[in-house]
């Protein structure tokens, strides 16, 4: 069995907190944020109530920050953070 990578050397990530009214299913948002991802190395962690969490790289971060900056985007960013506890206290998601 493979080792795994300690903490230090794995790659930095980040937590995205989403505004994503308008969709119903977890694969819809998964689908349109596909089309939207600046960087292939992202997943959806949680969705609920028109929010949702996506886990992406740290050093893909200002890329996706432009994207999702975006009015027109049909995704808009809530909050982010090093930290999955604080992007789900901020969003009010109970896990």
């Given at each position: 069995?493979?080792?795994?990578?300690?903490k230090?050397?794995?790659e930095?990530?980040?937590?995205v907190?989403?505004?994503?009214?308008?969709?119903e299913?977890?694969?819809?948002?998964?689908?349109?944020?596909?089309?939207?991802?600046?960087?292939?190395?992202w997943?959806l962690?949680?969705?609920?109530?028109?929010k949702?969490?996506?886990?992406?790289?740290?050093k893909?971060?200002?890329?996706?920050?432009?994207?999702?900056?975006?009015?027109?985007?049909?995704?808009?960013?809530l909050?982010?953070s090093?930290?999955?506890r604080?992007?789900?206290?901020?969003?009010?998601?109970?896990?």
């Amino acid at each position: 069995m493979a080792k795994r990578l300690t903490k230090a050397l794995r790659e930095k990530r980040r937590w995205v907190g989403l505004d994503v009214s308008g969709y119903e299913s977890r694969s819809q948002v998964e689908d349109t944020i596909k089309q939207l991802a600046p960087a292939n190395d992202w997943k959806l962690m949680d969705f609920t109530e028109g929010k949702a969490i996506i886990r992406i790289l740290l050093k893909h971060q200002n890329e996706w920050r432009d994207v999702l900056k975006d009015t027109s985007s049909p995704i808009q960013s809530l909050t982010m953070s090093g930290k999955i506890r604080l992007v789900r206290e901020r969003l009010k998601i109970s896990k």
